[in-house]
Nanobody
Framework: QVQLVESGGGSVQAGGSLRLSCLAS????????MGWFRQAPGKEREFVAA????????YYGDSVKGRFTTSRDNAKNTVYLQMNSLKPDDTAVYYC?????????????????WGQGTQVTVSS
């Protein structure tokens, strides 16, 4: 069992930056692929970024590529999402997710554990 708690959300103006953190409990974090998703009001949950168990591989959704970076610190059981050059379209609830597999994945169904989400609001 893995429990995930996101933090770091908030309100920022367009062009600004935020760093989200996701703290995981459980011994399996260091061998779990991790993902970030987001959901805006009235829209489906969208893939944002993913990282494999060691941090050696990452993958990003087209809408955030070049602006967002995900990383992890297995000693701290934490995965991060650095968000730069934020746009109003980035406004959403951001969720981190874990899967019982070392590799990264981009589909929601491949993740077994989810955090409660953290709100990110970008104003123009």
């Amino acid at each position: 069992q893995v429990q995930l708690v996101e933090s770091g959300g908030g309100s920022v103006q367009a062009g600004g930056s935020l760093r989200l953190s996701c703290l995981a409990s459980g011994r399996t974090f260091s061998v779990s692929g991790m993902g970030w998703f987001r959901q805006a009001p009235g829209k489906e949950r969208e893939f944002v970024a993913a990282i494999n168990w060691s941090g050696s591989a990452t993958y990003y959704g087209d809408s955030v590529k070049g602006r967002f970076t995900t990383s992890r610190d297995n000693a701290k059981n934490t995965v991060y999402l650095q968000m730069n050059s934020l746009k109003p379209d980035d406004t959403a609830v951001y969720y981190c997710a874990a899967r019982p597999n070392r590799n990264l994945a981009i589909m929601r169904d491949e993740y077994s554990y989810w955090g409660q989400g953290t709100q990110v609001t970008v104003s123009s």
